[in-house]
């Protein structure tokens, strides 16, 4: 017995001889299974048998699969029991009787006359137009496709049945038809590349119409159907004209019907949004094709309009569902939408008075949102002043609103405007070198009054007497000169050429009567001289 094991050893470590046997038909998978695990002893299956389910489930199907057998030599001359060992993906024999050995391997298809298309792609050159088929082999229990690139010399492994073999012709008769008349001349093959899974032919006749075909066992691909899948979305119902089969190359219409309510807003044709007219779609088949409607409900498509107005010193700022809008007066959305509103007063010293939308008071707030629009909405926001001033009376609230905010004026005493308190010239020229000073350089009253000066205005002007209303005119009136001049603009309501009572009263710096009586000014006089000043029309 040792003598007997010690040969098949050493037979098996032989280079020995390679013989190929043709594989059997697959056996029923139960029975082998049953044949492998002892369950059936007396069971006889050849060796074509196991390489065959190894071939087909593969080595690692089951991982106590078992690796060792006996059964009839190979050797058709020898009517001895050889030994079979499942070795590196190969099923190695050797047998004592006739002392020969070799590598059952399954049967090698005829190599073909034309070059195969395959699926299989050279890693180097990415395609496959250079792969050459050689064989079939064996590799780690299951069968593979080898194949040599011609342009890299690579060998490149596909899987098995990898190949495909078409039978083509190198010229049909051009089937173009133009305004009803066939062309019909020869057309030529022009290439053959493979799209996907298929081979599709291009042919080319002396007219340059061109034809292309998928090249499989129905001739020419005349008689290949593929099958429109259509499928079914809420909201609408479908229809695909002439069936849901279609030659390829045929042009196929699906209608689409929306329910009462609905309305057809995207069709996905194989994944790509198509243009669809009058709930209509059609297209060119070239392969199994796959339809996807959307419906989407009328009242989701329709626009809303949610305009905003306010008054006051303030701004309304928007964002559509979470993204910020250039502008809040007119913001447009759908049902689906979220529009958010901020009201933002101008600075420290205002606040929301009230917030209206469509008409109803909503109070002081300072946001609000609109979800589910059914229709359309108005907001209107007034913004007010809650002045630092405990004294202010209210005809003046905007003059002293805007010499405060501007950094014109402040407080004459704590919280205190003292709006009645009477002012000097150097006050009045003071208030109006700041409210030129945009670029904020005339830093304290010694700077202001130097700039005045420098400026020819209020020239032999004595700057410590009370203000009274001919003096500020005369004044108000050369500052708006210097200020055309230093800016380029005209003020549409000054006429340098004027008397300075006609110029005076053409600015509604004072009625004629005011002037005439020509009382002292106050605080309250001079924020209203700056505020009206700020808000004269000019030109340029």
């Not at 005439?516 to 340029?540: M, P, Q, T, V």
């Amino acid at each position: 017995m040792k003598k007997l094991f010690s040969l098949l050893l050493a037979v098996l470590m032989l280079a020995g001889l390679t013989l190929s046997v043709s594989a059997a038909t697959y056996p029923d998978s139960m029975s082998l299974f049953s044949y492998l695990y002892g369950a059936t002893p007396g069971t006889v299956y050849s060796a074509d048998d196991i390489l065959a389910y190894y071939n087909y489930y593969g080595r690692d199907y089951y991982s106590d699969l078992i690796t060792r057998w006996v059964d009839t030599c190979p050797n058709e001359k020898c009517n001895g029991v050889a030994t079979f060992v499942v070795e590196n993906g190969k099923i190695k024999w050797a047998c004592p009787t006739c002392g020969k050995s070799g590598t059952i391997s399954a049967a090698q298809p005829e190599k073909p006359d034309k070059t195969p298309v395959t699926s299989t792609v050279c890693p180097t050159c990415k395609s496959a137009s250079n792969l050459s088929y050689v064989t079939t082999v064996l590799v780690d229990g299951e069968l593979k496709d080898l194949y040599v690139c011609t342009k890299c010399n690579e060998v490149v492994y596909g899987k098995y049945n990898s190949y495909q073999y078409h039978d083509y012709s190198e010229t049909i008769v051009c089937p173009h038809s133009d305004h009803g008349k066939k062309c019909g001349k020869e057309a030529k093959l022009d290439s053959l590349t493979l799209e996907g899974s298929n081979l599709v032919a291009t042919y080319i006749c002396g007219d340059k119409h061109t034809t292309r075909y998928i090249v499989d066992e129905d001739y020419y691909g005349y008689n290949r159907l593929y099958t429109v899948s259509v499928y079914s979305a809420i909201g609408g119902d479908f229809a695909v004209l002439g069936g849901t089969s279609a030659k390829y190359g045929e042009t196929k219409t699906v209608v689409f019907y929306p329910k009462t309510g609905y309305a057809l807003t995207n069709v996905l044709v194989n994944g790509v949004s198509v243009a669809f007219k009058n709930n209509e779609v059609s297209f060119t088949v070239n392969g199994p094709m796959t339809v996807r409607p959307t419906f989407t409900k009328v009242e989701d498509l329709r626009t809303y309009v949610v305009t905003t107005t306010y008054t006051g010193n303030g701004t309304i700022t928007a964002l559509k569902n979470a993204a910020n809008l250039s502008s809040a007066a007119r913001v447009e959305a759908k049902r689906y939408d979220t529009v958010s509103l901020n009201f933002i007063p101008a600075g420290k010293n205002y606040r929301v008075a009230d917030v209206k939308i469509d008409g109803r008071s909503m109070g002081a707030i300072t946001t609000y949102s609109f979800t589910g629009l059914s229709t359309d909405h108005k907001v209107e926001v007034s913004f007010i002043w809650k002045g630092p001033y405990d004294d202010v009376i209210d005809r003046y609230v905007p003059s002293v609103e805007f010499v405060t905010e501007a950094g014109v004026m402040g407080a004459y005493s704590g919280n205190s405007f003292s709006g009645t308190v009477g002012i000097t010239v150097d006050d009045l020229v003071c208030a109006l070198a700041e409210l030129s000073d945009t670029a904020q350089v005339l830093s304290d009253n010694t700077a202001r009054r130097a700039w005045i000066t420098a400026n020819g205005i209020a020239k032999d002007a004595d700057l410590t007497k009370k203000c009274d209303v001919q003096t500020a005119c005369g004044i108000v009136v050369e500052y708006l000169k210097v200020l055309e001049a230093k800016n380029g603009v005209t003020f549409v309501k000054l006429d340098k050429n004027a008397a300075l009572k006609d110029a005076t009263v053409a600015l509604n710096l004072a009625t004629a009567k005011t002037f005439d009586n020509n009382r002292s000014l106050n605080r309250y006089d001079l924020a209203a001289i700056c505020r009206l000043i700020a808000r004269l029309e000019y030109k340029g």
